[in-house]
């Protein structure tokens, strides 16, 4: 349904109120940078940019162009959304190479000849750097690329380049500002540049968002995915532990890390993640995938799925802002006049319980599986361990910690091995909170398809000195459960984007991308951005 017959349907109220509650801000300002908003191929996806080649339309060459024609004048120039951290030098000579391809052999896959962007804590064995952001890293040369970025490419993508991210994925310190990092520097909100692109897979949105690129990939491990692409209009899947492959990924925390999709569209999505997943001998979690996960995902997207489908609302999650909860109360209304059936409350038996369980498991993770990491980079890489990375910090720390320090390094630095019965006692209280008497004690109660609940409160002005400033979420549960998590744009709150959460069992991405795409189909809620300079 478009949104014209949407605002014509029985919910003539409901709608009204969404209308008004999405609005843009009543003091516009003058936009410097309005004479950009025009792109050929704005909001194009990855099935209109194939039509295009087979139509002779474009090539993969001319499509790689305008692209990296959008990065130089959104990206380098213009409002300067520094979202992109490095090009591949060898960009335009792969679409070349891949749409020859196409002429003799045919398209390879789902993505040939589409530009993509990847965060840099993915490791790709080219010309660029992987680097996490941070300067410590410069110069280390992965052995391979990442299994996920395998994938990618067999599937035909063009790798355009690495995107900047909230430095080491923002877990250096207890102050960070998301979207800064060493050696990216600070990522912009294409809707409002004083505002902040959440993370930390900030480049990411922010690029996506703003068209620099088809799709991209982010990596979680609590929020990293889903944040950012609420900050930023876009649709982000978090997949379920073992769905993607996390080898050659920068790590924080084996027990919750993965890639995933962050892309304009819930079909975008689809098909992105069923390029990515895959079983990777070098990643035991995958294991668990096999017979789970399906080679194209785009099988599951129906407009009518939210007929019988029962929601349960995380009512917990409310609450951060009048405007937020007002758009989620008309999206249920919405939902429910397409056959959505509501159990309202459906809030999870161990909301309040976690603790600092959390903050425990990835401290002890993270030094165990970054040092893990550096052994694996070989010779190259200029630190060996945690410890070096702080000591490399201070002694640079004009350029590293110029707003914020490394206290969370600092703590993972003492944690002993993951033998320590701390460890084992936090993973296993966090697994229990969050599965058996969480998400699926929740869900078995209700009989439910999906929790929902707002994704986030409306993107915050960045403040360096203060650090990054929280505006609720409901990313938690899923994160530590290892479950699937999607976030799909359901309004705006003055002129900032606003994401609806999707989240259940495990492997039950069939299902959430089925409701994801029904809720967008009936709600056309993406608005691109506009680059102000301010909202106000």
Not at 123 to 145: E, I, R, Y
Not at 267 to 281: F, N, P, R, S, V
Not at 391 to 420: C, D, H, S, V
Request: charged share 20%.
């Amino acid at each position: 349904m478009k949104r014209r017959d949407f605002l014509k349907s029985g919910l003539a109220g409901s709608a009204a109120a969404w209308a008004i509650s999405s609005s843009a801000s009543a003091n516009p300002i003058f936009n410097p940078f309005s004479h950009m908003l025009s792109f050929e191929w704005s909001e194009a996806t990855i099935s209109q940019l194939h039509a295009a080649m087979v139509s002779g339309q474009l090539t993969a060459v001319a499509i790689t162009r305008h692209y990296l024609r959008r990065i130089q004048d959104l990206d380098r120039d213009g409002p300067k959304l520094n979202s992109v951290i490095e090009l591949n030098p060898d960009a335009l000579h792969i679409a070349e190479a891949l749409h020859k391809e196409r002429k003799s052999r045919g398209p390879r896959g789902p993505l040939h000849g589409i530009p993509i962007l990847i965060k840099d804590n993915i490791s790709t064995h080219d010309k660029m750097m992987t680097t996490a952001g941070s300067l410590a890293l410069v110069g280390a040369k992965p052995p391979a690329d990442a299994f996920l970025v395998q994938r990618l490419r067999a599937a035909g993508a063009v790798i355009l380049g690495k995107t900047n991210l909230s430095e080491w994925a923002n877990f250096r310190s207890t102050h960070s500002t998301s979207g800064w990092s060493g050696r990216g520097g600070l990522t912009l909100n294409p809707y409002a540049l004083d505002r902040n692109t959440s993370g930390s897979s900030s480049g990411s949105g922010a690029a996506t968002s703003a068209n620099l690129c088809a799709v991209a990939v982010g990596t979680e491990t609590d929020g990293s995915i889903i944040s950012p692409s609420s900050y930023n209009g876009l649709v982000g899947l978090k997949p379920t532990l073992g769905l993607v492959s996390r080898s050659g990924i920068v790590p924080i925390a084996h027990s919750q890390d993965t890639a995933g999709p962050m892309t304009r569209t819930v079909t975008d999505a689809a098909i992105l993640l069923g390029c990515m997943a895959g079983t990777d001998a070098d990643d035991p979690a995958t294991a668990a995938a096999s017979g789970k996960m399906a080679p194209d995902y785009t099988k599951f997207l129906d407009p009518a799925a939210l007929r019988g489908a029962r929601l349960g609302v995380a009512r917990k999650y409310f609450g951060t802002l009048p405007a937020v909860d007002q758009l989620m109360e008309d999206a249920m209304a919405a939902m429910k006049s397409h056959g959505a059936m509501l159990s309202d409350p459906a809030d999870l038996p161990s909301f309040g319980e976690f603790g600092n369980g959390e903050r425990e498991v990835l401290a002890y993770e993270f030094k165990a599986d970054l040092n893990k990491y550096l052994a694996w980079l070989g010779p190259s890489a200029p630190v060996k361990s945690l410890a070096e990375i702080i000591e490399f910090n201070e002694i640079n720390k004009a350029k590293e910690m110029p707003w914020f320090g490394q206290e969370t390094f600092i703590r993972a630095q003492a944690k002993g091995p993951l033998t320590e019965q701390a460890y084992l006692d936090a993973l296993a209280k966090n697994r229990r909170l969050a599965r058996e008497e969480g998400i699926d004690a929740i869900m078995d109660k209700l009989q439910l398809d999906a929790l929902i609940a707002p994704t986030t409160g409306p993107a915050p002005c960045t403040d360096l000195v203060w650090g990054t400033r929280g505006t609720g979420g409901c990313t938690g549960p899923a994160a530590m459960a290892g479950y699937p998590h999607i976030t799909v744009p359901m309004g705006m709150v003055s002129g900032l984007p606003v994401g609806l959460s999707l989240f259940g069992r495990a492997w039950s991405e069939p299902k959430l991308l089925a409701l994801a795409f029904a809720f967008e189909q009936l709600s056309q809620a993406r608005k691109p951005p506009q680059f102000l300079p301010r909202l106000v």
